[in-house]
């Protein structure tokens, strides 16, 4: 089975602009969460998809929000960047809701100038 | 302070060497425990996974949790140089399935 897929692997933009990272999850698998890494405060829960449905949400400010297609494909949307925002942001998607059945994307490297 | 904290390291040791990795958190409301690996420019893999004080043991890699103390642990036996890579630890509460608190991760380095 293919694993987790992201796109673009690696992003550059510019203070105020607004970028959309996409994740296609493993086949079956419909649940999908989206988290950002940095190195000061290392992994931190976004929000989480099931069947099109935000069923959990981090504590992000609100700039930053995802939808999830009918084929578990998964959108985040981040506007009005800020430079805090430089991150990697990894894609989870899972088969249940067990927490031990997440499996990762290599993530999106975004770096705001 | 942070809810979990993890030594950043980097911790570098010799191939054949014992590993040890360690997390402490302040949430006694926190059930389950798991050690994460992550390899450059990857996304993390779950290692181990416990919800219970103890120790649990998988091939190289045995976890122990200690809920009185609030002190989680990841031993790697006969480290390899395929085990450098940055090491996650991270817990949560029972009904916040994604809600994980994650350490900043240990980088480690274990050179042949």
């Known amino acids: 089975k293919a694993g987790v897929t992201q796109t673009p692997r690696y992003l550059i933009k510019t203070r105020g602009q607004q970028v959309t990272l996409s994740c296609s999850p493993i086949s079956g698998h419909r649940s999908v969460s989206w988290y950002q890494q940095t190195p000061g405060q290392g992994l931190q829960f976004l929000f989480e998809?099931?069947?099109?449905?935000?069923?959990n949400k981090g504590n992000f400010p609100g700039r930053f929000s995802g939808r999830q297609f009918s084929n578990s494909r998964s959108e985040m949307n981040v506007s009005t960047l800020e430079l805090g925002d430089s991150a990697l942001y990894l894609c989870?998607?899972?088969?249940?809701?067990?927490?031990?059945?997440?499996?990762f994307g290599p993530g999106t490297r975004l770096t705001v100038l | 302070q942070k809810e979990v904290e993890q030594d950043p390291g980097p911790l570098s040791v010799p191939e054949g060497a014992i590993v040890s990795l360690n997390c402490t958190y302040s949430n006694s409301a926190f059930q389950y425990f798991m050690w994460y690996r992550q390899y450059s420019r990857k996304g993390p893999e779950l290692l181990m996974y416990t919800y219970s004080s103890g120790n649990k043991e998988d091939g190289r890699f045995t976890a122990q949790v200690d809920k009185s103390s609030k002190y989680i642990s990841l031993f790697i036996r006969d480290s390899q140089p395929s085990d450098s890579a940055t090491y996650l630890c991270?817990?949560?509460?029972?009904?916040?399935?994604?809600?994980?608190?994650w350490g900043l991760g240990t980088s480690l380095a274990v050179n042949p």
């Open positions: 989870a998607s899972s088969p249940s809701e067990a927490i031990d059945t997440q499996y």
């Open positions: 991270a817990t949560g509460a029972a009904g916040n399935n994604r809600k994980l608190i």
């Open positions: 998809y099931f069947s099109e449905t935000q069923r």
